[in-house]
């Protein structure tokens, strides 16, 4: 996460330090952008620090704070990915595509699975269902129970897993990859406002 608020501070530093970034932002046609731009980089440092602080700090030892937690810190990230994918937006005017993103999108994916999404939605191909209990782990690993529906069975236990996840390894790929792309941001703003 340093490495996200380093290059965040970067992005900062080079908008407010670069007239024509500036007069570009600040143009009334601009405003929806500048809007964007604005929001964002204070999403991503509000999210960032938390997520670096709640990380040294690790879960509560008490079950029922730690799992409210862990919803926290998986909701943080997703507001920090909407924000890198908002500036990516406001600065080079295209959406960012994550599909080659793996870390990133497993992090989506994990949080919706253990929430078990999708409710109401049109049902995913396997059925899956899963439950993440207030005993679930930490950083370090963490257990959740996932039922999903995988052909005949002689019984619905025959379907229920219980996958582990090397969760704070997840969130240090994830960062790089995020990281990696504020780093294109930054690049582009160079390119366009040198």
Known sequence: ???????????????????????????????????AYYTSMYLLQDTTESLSIHRAKGF?????LAYIEFWGVMQAIFIQQDAICELYWAVTGSELTVDNLGSWQKLRLLRNTCAGHPAKRKRP????????????????SFTYEKWEKAGQSKSPLDNISHPQVKLGSLIDAYAKEAAETLQKILRHMEKEWP
Not at 7 to 34: P, S, W
């Open 60 to 64: 509560s030892n008490d079950s029922h």
């Open 1 to 35: 996460m340093e490495n996200i608020l380093e290059i965040r501070e970067r992005i900062y530093n080079y908008f407010h330090g670069n007239t024509a970034c500036q007069k570009f932002f600040f143009a009334v046609a601009q405003e929806e952008r500048y809007a």
């Open 125 to 140: 191909k396997p059925l899956t269902r899963a439950f993440m209990g207030r005993n679930f782990g930490d950083y370090s």
